[in-house]
């Protein structure tokens, strides 16, 4: 239903575009920043840090988003191309994630990691092949990780190509949102826990119906009210992330009332602040406390425009 | 007068307080409270009558439904106690939203008095019944606002019209009573909880009872909070009427 009214699961046009202008900019300031992301090249693989590593990543797959989705304008979509292949080549097209592999054989981040290349057609032989006989052992599925992490390596490992080995109902029943708990009781972990869940178990609404049906009826029930309190206090990344939940579902939600306060929010470089931190004027020290916010803003608005154009579009269904 | 009276030393909220434990004390019917004279009391006791006669306004239609619900309706005294304190302090006229709130604050207090057999046509200050179009449709947080702030007509002679509509609205009612938790607004999440536990549909049950027992505990300093949830606790085991 395409509406200018406010309900959360309508399809509001000047909503849809104020996501879009505040996705591209976000891409556009990324596209700006992004020898920011850069690796310092004179350390030894194991010792790079793994912030700098973790955002790369987002990058990429903010970037795999973007040509996933394929709604992106021109302009846009090649710079998010352009990220996606700067973030492989820091990664010296995948080396620099298979030493840390092969340096830390029981972590899973330089898997988790790797994802986002891998769906996007970046492979690296050797990291392939240290995966695929780690993904065998039977350590690989012991890891003490929270529940929503358990659920992260299963989706990667999805994604990278290995067969699932996991029980993820039973992966699922273990998170904060599997357990469908009193809607009062969500805190901040466990809300950047939830937002993940539906991540995974979608991989980031591309398939809505990896989430089970009770738990999209919880979330169509409680997500409006969370969207409300974090917009109330104006928490823009996690904001963001409740945001993209809501275009994960099968029968997305939208929530056009929030659209305009995030775009007015939005830095006119297209920053993204993430509502806890005053952004310093220096973009190169703004970088550090805003590339995560603005990544997700490029990826809430992408979805949000992909998901209202699917729902638009005459014969597509919208249940 | 604001409905909900802010905690700022010279206010009526002293009064609201000490009224709202009162009326806790008759709802559990500790000390022989339910029925009588205790409004009556109440007032006589406040050392200025006008703060005790506000607060009786304030409360609405909560003064008396302790008792009622415990069979045992105000005696006479009581009876003209709130028939003074609404003429003291008369439901403001007009159409605006607040004047709406106190046609549904007075409709809920007017129908306690009728179904005690008082006769209230000629109460001075008393605002006009109205239908429950004034709820608002659509969005769940206005819902939940106003239902809010009109708790005290959530009880058992409510009008059908508008317990079917809130009935109707149960998902939003919910919706409002989870945001209102995580804002720490206890005497907000406690209203909400007392109209989800008027007419109780089954699968929220739980999540109602899991609400008011917190309430109960973390609104301890509260007497406002405490007499909600009494009064929810009473609703909900109350036999369908």
């Known amino acids: 239903m395409v509406t200018s009214g406010g309900q959360a699961s309508d399809v509001d046009v000047v909503a849809v575009r104020l996501a879009r202008q505040v996705g591209e900019k976000a891409v556009s300031w990324l596209g700006t920043m992004r020898t920011c992301f850069r690796l310092e090249r004179d350390r030894p693989g194991q010792d790079l840090d793994n912030g700098a590593l973790k955002s790369l990543a987002e990058l990429a797959l903010a970037g795999e988003i973007i040509r996933r989705e394929a709604v992106a304008g021109p302009h846009c979509a090649r710079t998010a191309e352009g990220l996606l292949e700067f973030a492989w080549r820091e990664l010296d097209e995948g080396e620099v994630l298979y030493r840390l592999q092969a340096g830390t054989p029981a972590a899973t981040h330089p898997m988790e990691m790797y994802a986002s290349f891998a769906a996007t057609g970046h492979r690296h032989d050797g990291l392939d092949r240290l995966t695929t006989h780690l993904h065998g052992l039977r350590a690989s599925r012991v890891s003490e990780h929270v529940p929503n992490r358990r659920l992260a390596v299963a989706a990667v490992a999805a994604k990278i190509g290995f067969p699932l080995r996991d029980d993820l109902a039973a992966l699922t029943g273990r998170t904060w949102l599997g357990g469908m708990p009193e809607p009062w009781m969500l805190d901040l972990a466990n809300a950047y826990g939830l937002t993940h869940t539906v991540f995974h178990l979608t991989d980031y609404g591309d398939r809505p119906e990896g989430l089970p049906g009770p738990l999209q009826g919880y979330l169509h029930q409680w997500l409006p009210v969370w969207v409300e309190v974090y917009r109330e206090i104006r928490f823009w990344d996690l904001l963001l992330e409740l945001l993209i939940v809501g275009t994960c579902l099968k029968r997305p939600l939208f929530f056009p009332a929030v659209w305009p306060e995030v775009a007015a929010a939005q830095q006119a470089d297209g920053l993204m602040p993430n509502g806890v931190t005053t952004p310093p004027a220096d973009p190169q020290a703004a970088w550090v406390n805003h590339r995560h916010p603005t990544i997700v803003a490029a990826i809430a608005g992408t979805l949000t425009l992909s998901r209202a154009l699917t729902r638009a579009t005459p014969g597509e269904s919208t249940s | ?241």
């Open chain 2, 1 to 241: 007068m604001p409905i909900t009276a802010s905690s700022v030393p010279g206010t009526v909220e002293p009064a609201v307080q000490a009224l709202a434990s009162e009326l806790l004390r008759a709802l559990d019917d500790q000390e022989g409270h339910a029925g009588g004279d205790h409004l009556d009391r109440f007032v006589d006791a406040w050392d200025d009558r006008s703060r005790g006669l506000a607060a009786v306004r304030v409360l609405g239609a909560d003064v008396l439904t302790p008792s009622a619900l415990r069979g045992a309706p105000a005696g006479g005294a009581d009876e003209a106690v709130v028939r003074a304190a609404v003429r003291a302090y008369p439901a403001p006229a007009g159409h605006s939203r607040g004047a709406t709130l106190w046609n549904v604050r007075d409709a809920a207090l007017a129908r306690v008095l009728v179904a005690a057999g008082t006769d209230v046509t000629a109460w001075e200050g008393l605002a006009s019944p109205r239908s429950p179009g004034w709820l608002p449709d659509g969005q769940w947080l206005p819902l939940a606002a106003d239902l809010s702030r009109l708790a005290c007509a959530a009880h058992p002679w409510a009008d059908a019209a508008l317990r079917e509509r809130v009935a109707a609205r149960r998902r939003d009612v919910a919706r409002g009573l989870a945001r209102a938790l995580l804002r720490r607004d206890l005497l907000g999440a406690a209203g909400l909880a007392r109209w989800l536990a008027l007419d109780r549909a089954g699968d929220d049950e739980p999540m109602v009872e899991a609400a008011l027992g917190q309430l109960e505990i973390v609104g301890t300093g509260d007497p406002r909070v405490l007499l909600q949830c009494g009064i929810a606790h009473r609703l909900m085991t109350r036999a369908p009427a």
